[in-house]
């Protein structure tokens, strides 16, 4: 295990007038909804944009630094992560406000929830959809998260974002490079609030419309349960779901991993699972759906980090893939 204190120490007065929280071996199994995973070498929690700015000019850039949000869509391997992993608080990162009749600024750690409810109380519609989804601002802006028919890129007016040298950028709509569950902004950039716009709208129908979103994940969604949401991106033409189960994998089981017998699409942790579990479980899930029906399935859930020695994912179903 990497001695996360020895990195602190090693670059000594470069943090000094920080004022975030360093951590060191800091549990990933304890930031990310799976619940598993190896520990950070050092976690960073910045005070705002400006400590978070003063950390990526203080840190060189041969040191990794991982961008993490709130851990819904994250599986981080049992091997932890190298360097330093920033994640976002709502301390200095978590508020939003309306700014107009039809705009939002939100902080990047701002759970997508807030964002639809500060949008009811504001009487801006077109945010119903972010009702339903299980993750934060941030991670919305990178994966241009979507559902009930609406993606994130509809909304999107512009992002403040931090390069790994700490500098400001400004980013359109445009800069973003929306694509189906991807944007093409540099990977490097950590985007930290975003201008978002909708429509005036009467507040009845905005709560209907969530009513409606909320009805919907309690249905068919695993809500309760240790999951990391949708685990798969729909192939053009079809649904993830509808894949998995024509390949007899709804319920399937690895270790303590599950793809759920209510939504096949979700892998759960039933308990016990470890990164290498829920890996091994959604690659032999993509190696039977490409058996099956001749569809690579993608992942939508990010994984990072290292294996275990001795637990790395299978090599055939690498190849294979």
């Not at 790994?164 to 990977?187: Q, V």
């Not at 859930?301 to 020695?309: D, L, Q, S, V």
Request: net charge neutral.
């Amino acid at each position: 295990m990497r001695d996360g204190q020895a990195l602190i120490d090693r670059l000594g007065g470069r943090l000094a007038g920080l004022r975030g929280k360093l951590t060191p071996n800091a549990g990933m199994d304890k930031i990310t909804w799976f619940r598993a995973g190896g520990p950070a070498e050092v976690l960073f929690q910045p005070a705002d944009e400006e400590d978070l700015a003063a950390f990526l000019k203080a840190v060189p850039e041969d040191i990794p630094v991982t961008i993490v949000g709130i851990g819904s869509n994250l599986l981080v391997r049992d091997g932890g992560l190298q360097g330093f992993v920033v994640r976002l608080s709502a301390r200095g990162f978590g508020e939003v406000s309306a700014v107009s009749e039809v705009r939002l600024v939100a902080g990047a750690a701002v759970p997508d929830k807030r964002v639809a409810a500060a949008a009811l109380e504001a009487g801006v519609g077109g945010f119903h959809f972010y009702h339903g989804i299980p993750g934060g601002i941030g991670g919305a802006l990178r994966m241009n998260a979507g559902a009930n028919g609406v993606e994130t890129r509809e909304r999107v007016v512009e992002v403040r974002a931090l390069d790994r040298k700490g500098e400001l950028h400004i980013l359109s709509n445009a800069d973003m490079g929306y694509a189906y569950r991807h944007s093409s902004a540099g990977k490097e950039l950590i985007f930290t609030s975003a201008v978002l716009e909708g429509y005036p709208d009467d507040r009845e129908k905005i709560r209907a419309d969530m009513d409606a979103v909320q009805h919907h994940r309690e249905t068919v969604q695993p809500i309760r349960e240790k999951t990391g949401g949708s685990t798969f991106k729909n192939p053009e033409g079809t649904s993830a779901w509808k894949e998995i189960d024509k390949a007899g994998c709804r319920g399937l089981m690895i270790g303590g991993a599950q793809m759920s017998p209510m939504h096949c699409n979700f892998m759960i942790n039933t308990g016990t699972a470890t990164g290498y579990d829920l890996e091994y479980l959604g690659e032999t899930v993509r190696a039977r759906v490409l058996e099956h029906s001749g569809i690579r399935l993608q992942w939508e859930i990010k994984r990072i980090g290292t294996f275990m020695p001795g637990r790395e994912v299978d090599e055939f179903l690498g190849r294979m893939l």
